[in-house]
Structure formats: C-alpha cells, structure tokens
C-alpha cells in the first residue's frame, strides 16, 4: 500500500480529473449533442470522447509511471502497480436523455484494487469522494445529503436498486429475482449515482451484473468509507479480474443474506 503523501497527490490529481471532466461535459448537457453507437450498440457522445482524453492528459503529466484504462480508449501506459481507471460519462443514456443522474466516474487501483474513488455529478455539482482507510466526503452546494450508510439489517426491510434490467441477462436475471423478491421494494435507474445515493442512506442494496472495472472502480472506497462494503456476487473483494457482478450492501449485516439469494439454483 502507498504511503499517505502519495496517496494525497493522487488526490489533487483525481479531483483535477472531475474538475476538467465537468468543464467538459456541462456544455453538451441537454444541447442536442449527436450520439454515435459503439459495437456494443451502447451510445457515446462526443462529451465522452473530450472527457477522458483531458482527463488521460492530466494523469500522464502528473504520473507518467501510472498506467490507464479507460472506458472509450482502453489501455494505455506501463504496466505496474498503479492503474486510473476513468469512466468519462457513467449514465450516457441518460446524460442523453437530459437526466441529471450521470456521472463522471475517477478511480486509482493499486495492485488491482480501488483505492480512490470519485464520483462526480456534473450538473447538480454533488461529488462522493473516497479514499481507503478514511470517511467518504459529499461536496454538494446545493443539494441536501449527509454521508452514512442507514441501518437495514433484514433484507425485507431493504430498499433494493438496479441500473436496468437489460443488464439482468441469463443466468443473472433468475438470481437477481431471488434477490429482489426478498427485499421490501425495487427501483430502476441511477447508474453510478445510485451508489452515491447509498452512501447517502437513501438506498440500502444495489445488485447489478456484466460491469467493468470503470463501472464500479471509483464506487468501493465511496461506499465502504460510508459504512457499506461492495463485493462480487460471491462475496469475493472486486478487483480488476473480477467477473462483473457487482453487490452494494449500505448495512453490512445483510450481506451474507443477500450472497445467498443470488447464489445459482443448483
């Protein structure tokens, strides 16, 4: 593990990231910007494409010996240690389809964990900031929120959330239901900022599923420094080899309650 000065200027270094990322994106916000279908037949503006690449400039002037991944321009850099692992625009679709539940996403892997999150909502100016070790910081000017995670030990009195169920592809969409049909309510939608709004207390679990490491990369150190702890469907810690599921628990104690309803069918 890093020592604390430099982990601090990683900091400064992400936090400048979120700040040209937003300088970048705000403009094209409800604009009618163009969109373009990537092979995945997932949209990608142009506000994506001139996020990461001010954000990639910023991280190669500062730590050249730190490598890069990124959702629109892959891999790039050294092999090492280090890893930034930028997702320029998390929630395209709805950043297209003028909902301000998108965000700009900055995270920092060592040894294939994420040890800095940032999560950056450009429009209402709200950003989660997460470091391992340390309390997560909301910065909001004008929307109302306070970090901690809410008592929810019952899976039943849960508030469960999911990005969309498209993602819920077989076999994944059996094992979310066993989840969701334990749980007191399910809402659709949110993206990453869905993780921001658990480290708020206002959702309790979050089970999604087919992510990448820029899907949920900045969101571990944001939501375990809020009292929550994120894992895969196994229970297993999320690293860079993952498999793409992705369990957000705000009330540790559900945890194992919800590993087991999304266990295969034998």
């Not at 709805?94 to 994420?114: K, Q």
């Not at 999560?119 to 970090?147: A, L």
């Amino acid at each position: 593990m890093s020592s604390l000065p430099d982990l601090a200027v990683c900091l400064e270094t992400a936090l400048l990231c979120a700040d040209h990322a937003r300088s970048a994106v705000s403009p094209y916000f409800r604009s009618g910007l163009a969109v373009d279908d990537k092979s995945d037949e997932s949209p990608v503006t142009r506000a994506d494409r001139e996020a990461e690449s001010t954000m990639r400039s910023l991280i190669g002037s500062r730590h050249a010996d730190h490598a890069i991944l990124g959702e629109e321009f892959g891999f790039s850099g050294v092999t090492g240690d280090w890893v930034w692992v930028l997702d320029p625009i998390d929630g395209t679709r709805a950043f297209i389809t003028g909902r301000p539940s998108f965000a700009t996403l900055v995270a920092l892997f060592h040894r294939n964990r994420p040890v800095l999150g940032i999560i950056d909502q450009p429009f209402t100016k709200e950003r989660w900031i997460g470091i391992e070790g340390e309390t997560t910081r909301f910065i909001s000017p004008g929307m109302p929120g306070q970090v901690g995670t809410r008592s929810c030990p019952t899976l039943s009195m849960a508030e469960l959330s999911c990005t969309s169920p498209d993602m819920l592809i077989s076999p994944y969409d059996n094992r979310f239901n066993a989840l969701k049909a334990a749980t007191r309510r399910t809402s659709w939608g949110g993206d990453a900022y869905g993780y921001g709004l658990l480290a708020l207390g206002q959702i309790d679990l979050i089970a999604e599923c087919t992510m990448k490491p820029w899907d949920w990369g900045a969101l571990v150190p944001v939501v375990s420094g809020a009292g929550g702890v994120m894992t895969d469907w196994q229970g297993a810690p999320l690293t860079l080899e993952s498999d793409g599921t992705v369990l957000a628990c705000g009330d540790r104690t559900m945890l194992q309650d919800a590993i087991a309803r999304l266990r295969p069918s034998p």
